[in-house]
């Protein structure tokens, strides 16, 4: 036995058997444990790094909070993503208390070279918030949210989800734009743009973001804002996690009713093309208090699809049915469940429709118009299968978001009236490739009708995409990330690459 094993688990017993309570004796014998051996990990470029015993204890004496090795309980939970089609497996795992412990992780990853991975709520549909071998930061022990009524602000810790940050806002008659799955990480959904029920009326979740504090490459807290350090207040909202780690953000809120008109109606899916069309002649002039997604998916087993409209109003009641009117155009549905809703549970009325035994694909795009052509690629080209759920989304754009300016904040998809998005869903498992086979050459037929795709989902595939998809902001972002994170460290996104690491 390791001696120092031995001598340090003996001590940590004796002294925990002497404490009142189990609470107090387990965070001593956190407190004294060691790690016994070094590690091998990655660096950013995917060489081999040893991470000594004696570097790896100087760290876990520096956190608050933990630090989880292969083996550690915690280490399964913490690695692991919502796609379950990643099974990636961190060298190590922080998780912070606090912005210290986020720096001091930071700088340990940047004074070696390090992989990083930063997990929120694990969202990421392309594995990018776990890795292999690098430090995974999962700031799932940093959550929760403080409202300021009278200033009408939101404190939110980098961690939260954006169930934490509706709760807390709607119990005092306050919103902002939040996601539509209420266990989304607060983090990735912001950063990288936030659509939601709501964007249409008050814009992106980035357009709501008053100020935050990032901790950056050289593991410096930074506060942004638009009177501190305003380029970087410019970068993050729609940059993602190019610049740093953010542990906490300041959000703008807006006084809402508790109470919104909300529900679906579901079409039988022989219907899709009318319905679909119906729903873009509809969008067109629809008012920004009023959010319309049209889903048209197929359950795995062959059992025929089916078309949903689903409709959220958040403006005067008494307007609804007028507001609502043109739906009936649609024809009778086969269902409707419009109504009178609390908005907080219509936040969460989708999270159990998230992948979470298995894995899934995703593509997507905007649109600036939906013509016939398209709807045609989108009915002709979709297929059920037996062994997956296949699920085409349309995203309702528009209004508000549309009204600000392309470079104002760093996401530049300003143009768009809706994003279609399609994804394939299958058991734990399953052989994924003749699933994902099939995306890649449905998707091609609709893509030829976008401009542009959402950085939060889907699958990249090369730089010069992800170059292009920033638009005239690009040049920018470059600028900043050599300034903020030369060496690229935080890469593990739609990246932005340093000057010098240019193809």
């Known amino acids: 036995m390791n001696r120092r094993i031995f001598l340090g688990s003996s001590l940590s017993a004796a002294v925990a058997a002497t404490l009142p309570g189990t609470v107090h004796g387990n965070t001593l014998l956190k407190m004294l444990a060691v790690v016994s051996s070094s590690v091998v990990g990655r660096t950013g470029n995917g060489d081999e790094i040893t991470l000594e015993e004696s570097a790896l204890n100087e760290l876990k004496s520096a956190l608050r909070g933990q630090l989880l090795l292969a083996g550690n309980d915690g280490y399964d939970a913490a690695r692991r993503v919502l796609n379950q089609s990643f099974d990636k497996h961190p060298?190590?795992?922080?998780?912070?208390?606090?912005?210290?412990?986020?720096?001091?992780?930071?700088?340990?990853?940047?004074?070696?070279?390090?992989?990083?991975?930063?997990k929120c709520g694990g969202h990421s549909f392309s594995g990018k918030s776990t890795c292999d071998g690098g430090l995974q930061i999962d700031l799932s022990l940093m959550r929760g949210a403080r409202v300021d009524r009278n200033a009408r602000r939101a404190h939110v810790a980098g961690g939260s989800l954006l169930g934490d940050l509706d709760h807390e806002c709607m119990a005092q008659g306050l919103v902002t734009t939040a996601g539509t799955v209420s266990h989304t990480g607060v983090g990735g959904l912001s950063l990288g743009g936030g659509f939601g029920r709501l964007a249409r009326k008050y814009g992106l979740t980035l357009d709501n973001i008053k100020s935050v504090d990032i901790v950056t490459a050289d593991g410096v807290l930074r506060h942004a804002s638009a009177d501190e350090n305003p380029d970087l207040f410019w970068g993050i909202r729609g940059g993602g996690g190019n610049f740093g780690v953010v542990t906490s953000f300041e959000f703008g809120l807006h006084e809402m009713?508790?109470?919104?008109?909300?529900?679906?109606?579901?079409?039988?899916?022989?219907?899709?093309?009318?319905?679909?069309?119906?729903?873009?002649?509809?969008?067109?002039?629809?008012?920004?208090?009023?959010?319309?997604?049209?889903?048209?998916?197929?359950?795995?087993?062959?059992?025929?699809?089916?078309?949903?409209?689903?409709?959220?109003?958040s403006g005067n009641h008494a307007d609804a049915d007028r507001v609502l009117a043109p739906l009936t155009k649609l024809g009778d549905p086969l269902s409707n469940t419009i109504g009178p809703i609390d908005y907080v549970a219509l936040q969460k009325v989708w999270d159990n429709s998230?992948?979470?035994?298995?894995?899934?694909?995703?593509?997507?795009?905007?649109?600036?118009?939906?013509?016939?052509?398209?709807?045609?690629?989108?009915?002709?080209?979709?297929?059920?299968?037996?062994?997956?759920?296949?699920?085409?989304?349309?995203?309702?754009?528009?209004?508000?978001?549309?009204?600000?300016?392309?470079?104002?904040t760093a996401f530049p998809n300003r143009n768009a009236i809706s994003s279609p998005t399609v994804v394939v869903s299958w058991n734990e498992g399953a052989d994924p490739?003749?699933?994902?086979?099939?995306?890649?050459?449905y998707w091609?037929?609709?893509?030829?009708?976008?401009?542009?795709?959402?950085?939060?989902?889907?699958?990249?595939?090369?730089?010069?995409?992800?170059?292009?998809?920033?638009?005239?902001?690009?040049?920018?972002?470059?600028?900043?990330?050599?300034?903020y994170d030369p060496g690229n460290l935080f890469r593990l996104n739609a990246n932005v690459r340093p000057s010098t690491d240019s193809p």
Not at 471 to 478: D, I, Q, S
């Open 91 to 118: 060298a190590l795992v922080v998780r912070p208390s606090g912005a210290a412990d986020v720096a001091t992780a930071v700088t340990f990853a940047n004074e070696r070279d390090l992989l990083v991975a930063v």
């Open 444 to 483: 091609p037929t609709i893509e030829t009708f976008t401009d542009g795709f959402y950085t939060n989902t889907g699958d990249y595939e090369t730089q010069a995409n992800v170059n292009k998809n920033y638009r005239g902001n690009f040049k920018r972002l470059v600028e900043l990330k050599d300034r």
């Open 257 to 313: 009713g508790r109470t919104v008109i909300g529900g679906d109606l579901v079409f039988s899916i022989d219907r899709a093309k009318q319905v679909i069309r119906g729903y873009a002649d509809y969008i067109q002039d629809a008012p920004d208090e009023l959010s319309l997604d049209l889903i048209m998916t197929a359950p795995p087993g062959g059992e025929p699809g089916a078309v949903v409209i689903h409709a959220v109003y």
């Open 354 to 408: 998230d992948p979470r035994h298995g894995g899934d694909y995703i593509k997507s795009g905007f649109v600036t118009d939906i013509s016939d052509a398209q709807i045609d690629a989108i009915v002709d080209g979709f297929e059920n299968h037996p062994d997956r759920s296949t699920t085409f989304f349309y995203g309702q754009s528009g209004g508000a978001i549309n009204r600000v300016a392309e470079d104002a």
């Open 433 to 441: 490739e003749p699933h994902i086979k099939y995306i890649r050459s």
